[in-house]
């Protein structure tokens, strides 16, 4: 029996948060940065199977991969599974920029959706979700992180100053990779 998975990505702040709540469960997650092909999809669930069942393709063992989208309520939405690409081309201060003229704090309401996709050679993709919500800042703050974590803030504090053990208490991707864990452990070591 194995209790160690891998995990293909090329975010290492991905890495280390994957780690944090599974190393204690007693799973083992080896990277892999082998990438695979992001399906533009409304439904970031699709997207994690559809790259998880790619991965298994190609590895011919059992993978997990994780895609999240970002939610904000005065935006209808957006970015949502959009969220990469978004952070590519306008990054945080586009987003501020729409945003600007949007005020009080329930306004600013803004969900992360994290899911994990898991496949093995022979099986349907599963996915585990997890999401937290919280509000877009007013302005950038904190120095660690990545991506929008300097303007996604709970209770006034962004993801980017809070520090990792912080975020890992209440993250969507704590909650998804907890979801993971505690199923890996009853169900999936090879
Ligand atoms: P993806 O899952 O890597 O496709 O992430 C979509 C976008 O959201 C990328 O721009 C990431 O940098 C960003 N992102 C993913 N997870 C987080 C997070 O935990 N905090 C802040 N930004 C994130």
């Known amino acids: 029996m194995t209790n160690q998975i891998i995990f293909v990505t090329g975010n290492p702040h991905k890495v280390a948060e994957a ?3 599974c190393a204690p469960r007693g799973i083992t997650i080896v990277q892999n940065d082998c990438g695979y092909p992001e399906l533009q999809d ?19 063992c059992a993978v997990i991969v994780e895609d999240t989208g970002l939610y904000i309520d005065a935006l209808n939405g957006f970015p949502g599974p959009y969220a990469a ?19 009080g704090n329930d306004e600013r309401r803004a969900t ?11 099986m349907t993709a599963i996915t585990f979700e997890g999401t937290v919500t919280g509000r877009i800042a007013y302005e950038e703050r904190g120095a660690g992180g990545f991506g929008y974590d300097p303007i996604f803030e709970i209770d006034g504090v962004a993801f980017a100053s809070m520090g990792d053990d912080a975020k890992n208490k ?12 505690e199923w890996f452990i009853r169900h999936g070591k090879a």
Not at 85 to 103: H, Q
């Open 19 to 21: 780690v944090a709540i």
């Open 112 to 122: 992360f959706r994290s899911i994990i996709g898991y496949c093995k050679p022979g």
């Open 85 to 103: 690409y978004v952070y590519d081309t306008i990054g945080n201060a586009g987003i501020l920029t729409l945003m600007r003229d949007t005020g």
């Open 42 to 60: 409304d439904d970031v669930a699709r997207v994690a199977a559809y790259g998880a069942e790619h991965v298994v393709n190609r590895l011919d």
């Open 170 to 181: 209440v993250s969507h991707r704590a909650k998804s990779f907890e979801k993971f864990a």
